[in-house]
């Protein structure tokens, strides 16, 4: 069982499109990060959401959790072909052992052109 | 700051051989975590460890398996590779636990053949 569904899984947009890539869950989550990776490099963190309902802004990147910490979004605006990534949302979910355990979507794979 | 460091960054191993991967966490981080990353399966977490001790464990045999030592810098160990073990090896370091923020190194490309 997937417990967070990622959609689309493939976005292919020209330069200066808006898009919007969706985080979805049944479960309730303390917290929500999403990550962009490039080929052959490991994740790098582009935000935390904590609150339900919070919205960050990052640049033309906005990020909003839902109000029932169950669902997330990540909006990007006038795409640029340097946005091409690989985009991962993860959350903490209760685990077996003494901490929570991060649980990775399936992904987003974002190509803008030129 | 220095960020997460994996080594060895590409390693290329035969079946039925072992292998170890090492991280260097992120200064004063506790917390490493290790993932393994297939174009099939994403993401997949195989386990973490906090303060030298093994806190979760994902759904992965026992050949895999980990430490931590006391300066936070940690190993994961394959043993009897297998085809299927070829991925990406990701660490990620964080200062409590694995859902605050988590902080990736570059991984290790492994390859078996």
């Known amino acids: 069982t997937q417990l967070l569904e990622q959609s689309p899984q493939f976005l292919s947009i020209q330069e200066g499109e808006n898009l919007t890539v969706y985080c979805n869950s049944s479960s309730v989550f303390s917290s929500l990060q999403w990550y962009r990776q490039e080929p052959g490099e490991g994740p790098v963190l582009l935000v935390t959401?904590?609150?339900?309902?919070e919205v960050k802004k990052l640049k033309r990147l906005t990020f909003q959790f839902g109000d029932a910490r169950k669902d997330s979004s990540l909006h990007i605006t006038a795409a640029q072909p340097g946005d091409t990534g690989l985009y991962l949302c993860a959350g903490g979910i209760p685990s077996s052992g003494s901490a929570r355990q991060l649980t990775f979507g399936s992904g987003t794979q974002l190509t803008v052109l030129p | 700051k220095a960020g997460v460091t994996q080594t060895p960054r590409y390693l290329i191993k035969t079946r039925g051989q072992q292998v170890t991967l090492s991280c260097s966490p992120i200064s004063g981080h506790r917390s490493v975590s290790w993932y393994q990353q297939t174009p099939g399966q994403g993401l997949q977490f195989l386990f973490e460890y906090f303060s030298e001790t093994q806190r979760n464990k994902g759904n992965f045999p026992g050949r895999f398996s980990g430490r931590q030592f006391s300066n936070s810098r940690s190993e994961m160990n394959v043993s009897t590779l297998e085809l299927g073990d070829s991925a990406l090896y990701l660490c990620?370091?964080?200062?409590?636990?694995?859902?605050?923020?988590?902080?990736f190194g570059q991984g290790t490309r492994l390859t078996v053949v």
């Open positions: 959401v904590v609150t339900g309902g």
């Open positions: 990620a370091s964080s200062f409590m636990g694995q859902d605050t923020e988590a902080f």
